[in-house]
Antibody, heavy 114, light 113 residues
Framework: EVQLVESGGGLVQTGGSLRLSCAAS????????LHWVRQAPGKGLEWVSV????????TYADSVKGRFTISRDNAKNTLYLQMNSLRVEDTAVYYC???????WGQGTLVTVSS | DVVMTQSPLSLPVTLGQPASISCRSS???????????LIWFQQRPGQSPRRLIY???YRDSGVPDRFSGSGSGTDFTLKISRVEAEDVGVYYC??????????FGQGTKLEIK
């Protein structure tokens, strides 16, 4: 059974940092591109970032470029999102998702307070 | 960026009646490889998104056959032939043809009348 389990969310002040993790199981992790998608409270879905199977190729939404870094460890079957210089508008549930969107984690809540 | 526009944004439906959600893109979603990367998701209250339809019209395993997707170019539709109580939630379309960024529609909230 495919599973994606996010962790690492929490409360942080503006300007702070958090590192999210997404532990994967039930499939060959290294065979898939992986995404982070976020959802602000009561709002719609917003794509954040994607990492290719090759580990080195990454792409970001303009809203997080230069502040967030996506990475993966294929030996540990884990996806990461390093979030720096956090802003109030980054407050959201962050989901990891397998490309092309067929499996999603349960999400982890990040709250940025001023 | 490709803008995805859904309508309606709110959809009250009587149990057993059909429902239809439109998703229009600001440019054609036909990729140079010939595929159209248009996906429909369902998000039930308090749950993660669930993929229902991919590549416009291919239904995911386990998705009831009352759900169907259609369309081409810039105009796409998700139809539910007979709405059931478990269909309550928000429905999103997503384009993956012209990225970055991947872009979602605003979401359509389906509720039972």
């Amino acid at each position: 059974e495919v599973q994606l389990v996010e962790s690492g969310g929490g409360l942080v002040q503006t300007g702070g940092s958090l590192r999210l993790s997404c532990a994967a199981s039930g499939f060959t992790f290294s065979d898939y591109r992986l995404h982070w998608v976020r959802q602000a409270p009561g709002k719609g879905l917003e794509w954040v970032s994607v990492i290719e199977r090759d580990v080195t190729t990454t792409t970001y939404a303009d809203s997080v470029k230069g502040r967030f870094t996506i990475s993966r460890d294929n030996a540990k079957n884990t996806l990461y999102l390093q979030m720096n210089s956090l802003r109030v508008e980054d407050t959201a549930v962050y989901y990891c998702a397998r490309d092309p969107g067929d499996y999603w984690g349960q999400g982890t809540l990040v709250t940025v307070s001023s | 960026d490709v803008v995805m526009t859904q309508s309606p944004l709110s959809l009250p439906v009587t149990l057993g009646q059909p429902a239809s959600i439109s998703c229009r893109s600001s440019q054609s979603l036909v990729h140079s490889d010939g595929n159209t990367y248009l996906i429909w998701f369902q998000q039930r209250p308090g749950q993660s998104p669930r993929r229902l339809i991919y590549s416009v019209s291919y239904r995911d395993s386990g998705v009831p056959d009352r759900f169907s997707g259609s369309g081409s170019g810039t105009d796409f539709t998700l139809k539910i032939s007979r709405v059931e109580a478990e269909d309550v939630g928000v429905y999103y379309c997503l384009q993956g043809t012209h990225w970055p960024p991947y872009t979602f529609g605003q979401g359509t909230k389906l509720e039972i009348k």
